[in-house]
């Protein structure tokens, strides 16, 4: 019982709650205590990350009875820990990166507590092991992102706001009706409990149905093809920090985790449901990437472009569990799995520092639209140098991360023989470069036709793009065997070895 | 079961309303339908025929009682839903302000 | 806004304070019977609502209103999760630790510190439904404008 982890959702959430009292008082306090904060989450969660530790907690003390957990628990696993390092860190540096930026609005106060709030519901779903309370964070976390949407006030963020919550809305009747149908069938709330309950039934078109609603509603959380329509509005209307997180962290840890925590730990899955996520997983890479060649405005390029990137991962993940529902060997799996939780991390990474750079382009020449753009490697040196490291490591251009993490991906797709999937990987791959290098061209090199006298970001913002430059580097250690052993594998091995994840709750 | 099929009627109303109006406000009418005729559904799993309030006293030994989970769950959720509601009133007034308009088809700004 | 006629406006003002009154009994009985903080929350905000609904928003100063009312619903919020802290506090480290003495089942003082939970979670429902319908005035009042 000496575990600290509620810490992560009390404290983002006491401070959101603490901005709007102190903030009145001083503008500097929302602006400085956001960032502390951050920070402090950051550094408790890489500790977490490196000392591996496993930890479960009861909120309220309700001990289980006779075996059955009954009161809400918190679980902390390697898989938990790798999102949580990705929340707090990407967090970090777009609060601090906002030091500056948000200055342009009115407000601030709002905007830094709304932020600690959303921080608050990420983590609280990635922590949460019962499924209600999964959806009771996820709805704060998505909530306060609508808010942070509609920001700026104009009739483009209100529309898109509007368009984003009542998809939103949608994602979240389709998750609490498949709650429901879950609860009727097993009568119980817990992840892991659910889990045991289901290995014992053999009701197949009940789970099936539940499991597609499941699907379609956190699909259209992570912006799944079929469920993409809000994501290139809401993220290219957003101020470039919320996009930033949007992109960066939102649709993993509410999308892509929870998907990946239910089906992996609490569904037995079967052929079918496997090959219907490898299915979606291609779809959005292709459709994503072909969408994106054609934009002209920056951020709605670099939203399609997360759409085709969601897809790596997933497809990752994809394979993965075909390939363990078939009974293949497990070698090839664990391959694919590690492939795609590199790619989530790298892709937190970069296409978080692509949207802060949008955002930098944004701040000083007030406009997105690539056709006035171009020339600016000249006055803006640093935007220049960490968007064209960030492009080139979401291309997959080598010593970058983005490189590694999908030749990893395409090698187990090669191994478990879809080759057809690999193929188009590498196709996309090409794509992706091909619309970088557009984006690059037409913001930063060519000619500077309007825009003579812009400056260099301040300081804050130039910062944290140099953080995430480095890191956009600096990840691709992680290939290195001895490394990944002690970050990725023991993500991979709770994701494929369903018992311990049950153990680590019932036996609690 | 009767009512069961009842409260997925009212979800297709809702959902009806949803794809047919065009009127901001009706839209966001229509989605409090759909979320209430989930939260009827949500209720309608923990009813047991006969089962009384679980305040439990220990008083009556054989008394049965309704299942209280889904009931705390559908007050979360209808907190819930009352945040969505407001914020999704909220922007359609702003939405109006900017607009001088409640058509959805008016406001297209968007696109691509 | 402008305010009803004479007989809305004394209708609600006798209906009202029954409506807070009985607002308070919900909170206060949350522990006992159905209901509890959210309940006795919305039906507090119902007074205040039903009041300004009949005289009219003319009499407020909306935006100062709507500053104290979101203010009083961070302090609210902020102890509740003191609450949760204290109970975190106490010996062993459990958050929302219900540390109180329990009491008979029944009784008004009872079930630790669940009635205080209701309270604070009765003060910040109803300000927080006040300050959404004190904003949606002043989206309203910006419009006619």
Sequence with gaps: ???????????????????????????????????????????????????????????????????????????????????????????????????????????????????????????????????????????????????????????????????????????????????????????????????????????????????????????????????????????????????????????????????????????????????????????????????????????????????????????????????????????????????????????????????????????????????????????????????????????????????????????????????LVAFLAVVVSIITLAYFLKFQKRVFYGVNKNYKNVKEVPFAMSFSMIVLVVLCLGLSILVIPSIRELILDPAVNTLINMDQYINQVIQY | MTVNILCFILFLVGLYGLITRRNLVKIVISLSIMEFSLFIFLELVGYIDGGIAPIITGQDANAVYVDPLPQAMILTAIVIGLATTAMLMAIAIRLYRKYKTFDIREIKNLKG | MKGMSIIVKKVAQLIAGFVFLYGIYIIAHGHLTPGGGFAGGALLAGAYILSILAYGSDYLKLKEEQTESSLSESISILLILMLAVAGMLMGIKVFFNNFLPKGTIGELISAGAIPLYNIFIGIEVASALLTIFLALIIYKEEIEE
């Design chain 1, 1 to 419: 019982m000496d575990s600290l982890i509620p810490l992560f959702v009390i404290i983002p959430l006491a401070t959101a709650f603490l901005i709007p009292i102190i903030g009145k008082l001083t503008i500097y306090f929302a602006k400085t205590i956001t960032p502390v904060v951050l920070l402090i989450l950051c550094f408790y969660s890489i500790t977490l990350l490196l000392s591996n530790s496993k930890e479960t907690y009861i909120v309220g003390g309700w001990q289980p009875v006779e075996d059955i957990p009954i009161g809400i628990y918190l679980v902390l696993d390697s898989f938990s820990i790798l999102i949580l390092c990705i929340i707090s860190i990407i967090g970090f540096l777009v609060s601090f990166y906002s030091f500056e930026y948000i200055s342009y609005y009115t407000s601030e106060n709002n905007f830094y507590a709304l932020f600690c709030l959303m921080i608050a519901g990420m983590n609280g779903v990635v922590l949460s092991g019962d499924i209600f309370n999964l959806f009771v964070f996820l709805e704060i976390s998505v909530i306060a992102s609508y808010a942070l949407v509609a920001f700026g006030v104009g009739k483009n963020e209100l529309e898109a706001s509007f368009k984003y919550q009542v998809l939103g809305n949608i994602a979240s009747f389709l998750i609490l009706l498949s709650i429901s149908l879950l609860y009727w069938q097993t009568k119980t709330l817990n992840i892991a409990d659910i889990s045991e309950v289901l290995q014992t039934s053999d009701d197949s078109a009940f789970l099936k149905f539940t499991q597609v609603l499941l699907i379609s509603g956190f699909g259209l959380k992570a912006a799944i093809i079929p469920f993409h329509a809000w994501i290139p509005d809401a993220h290219s209307s957003a101020p470039s920090p919320v996009s930033a997180m949007l992109s960066g962290v939102l649709i993993k840890a509410v999308g892509v985790y929870v998907i990946i925590r239910l089906f992996f730990n609490m569904f037995v899955f079967t052929h079918e449901i496997a090959m219907v996520i490898t299915v979606l997983g291609t779809l959005s890479m292709i459709i994503g990437a072909l969408l994106a060649i054609n934009q002209s405005d920056i951020k709605r390029l670099l939203a399609y472009s997360s759409i085709s990137q969601i897809g790596y991962i997933i497809i990752g993940f994809g394979i993965g569990m075909v390939v363990l529902s078939k009974g293949g060997k497990v070698s090839i799996a664990v391959l694919a799995i590690a492939g795609a939780l590199f790619h989530m991390v790298n892709h937190a990474v970069f296409k978080g520092l692509l949207f802060l750079c949008a955002g930098a382009v944004e701040y000083r020449t007030n406009t997105r639209d690539m056709g006035q753009l171009g020339g600016l490697a000249e006055n803006m040196p640093i935007t220049s140098t960490s968007s064209l490291g960030a492009s080139l490591s979401i291309s997959g251009i080598p010593p970058f991360n983005g490189f590694f993490s999908k030749l990893i991906i395409i090698i187990a797709a090669v191994q478990a023989r879809f080759y």
